[in-house]
């Protein structure tokens, strides 16, 4: 079945220096790619819409410079964490539709800045 | 906007019993209902949906929730908890008009024991 591959599952880096997440749908191609943030023990949170081809739509409150996302291809979205501080730290999962409306979810990455 | 709420937050069972979660959402229009699991450790797994019909949706694992259009809620059940219930669980809501982006209630951890 469809597949959602996300690449690192971890990465510790030094603060201010800057991070990427890959995003992969493996097997079918998707338009639109949501991210989440996730703190320990809390729910998942919307960090923004990553659209194919277009400038990615983010939430109030995420900084876009600081989360650089590039959706360059129909199966590749990608996540930049710049200067990232150790507040960044979180569970970052991203997520795509596919047919019939069906989310999957990546893995999940699990940054740590220190 | 779209919002979710679980009202329970922490829930303990003991083994056996019967199991019912709160979600009620907010939303004016036309809307897709989700319940995730997250066991620990583990990324999040769907356990079922609700885009249309039939109210009552039967899930993974035994999981069943009902729809109530009138009171806005999607309330999770499972008749009879095993030890391997313990997780984290999650109701989401989506909608076309925000782009199928998922806005997750706070999760309500549930402890089963023997």
């Known amino acids: 079945g469809a597949v959602v591959s996300q690449h690192p599952s971890r990465v510790i880096c030094k603060s201010g220096t800057s991070v990427k997440i890959e995003c992969r749908s493996l097997d079918f191609q998707a338009t639109t790619m949501f991210w989440y943030r996730q703190f320990p023990k809390q729910s998942l949170m919307l960090m923004a819409t990553s659209n194919e081809g277009s400038k990615a739509t983010y939430e109030q409150g995420v900084e876009k410079d600081k989360f650089l996302i590039n959706h360059a291809s129909l199966t590749l979205s990608t996540l930049t964490v710049t200067s990232a501080h150790p507040e960044d730290s979180s569970f970052y999962i991203c997520?795509?539709?596919?047919?019939?409306?069906?989310?999957?979810f990546g893995e999940g990455s699990w940054l740590t800045v220190v | 906007a779209q919002s979710v709420s679980q009202h329970n937050h922490h829930v303990i069972l003991s083994e056996a019993a019967s199991l019912e979660l709160g979600c009620n959402y907010s939303y004016g229009g036309t809307v897709n209902l989700f319940w995730y699991v997250q066991y620990p450790g583990q990324h999040l797994q769907l356990l079922l949906k609700?885009?249309?019909?039939?109210?009552l949706v039967k899930g993974i694992k035994g999981f069943e929730a009902e729809f109530i259009k009138s009171k806005f809620s999607f309330n999770l059940r499972k008749p009879s908890v095993q030890w391997s219930d313990t997780a984290e669980y999650f109701c989401?809501?989506?909608?076309?008009?925000?782009?199928?982006?998922?806005?997750f209630g706070k999760g309500t951890s549930l402890l089963v024991t023997p």
């Open positions: 989401a809501v989506n909608a076309r008009d925000s782009g199928y982006a998922l806005n």
């Open positions: 609700y885009f249309s019909g039939d109210p």
């Open positions: 997520s795509a539709t596919g047919l019939g409306n069906t989310i999957y």
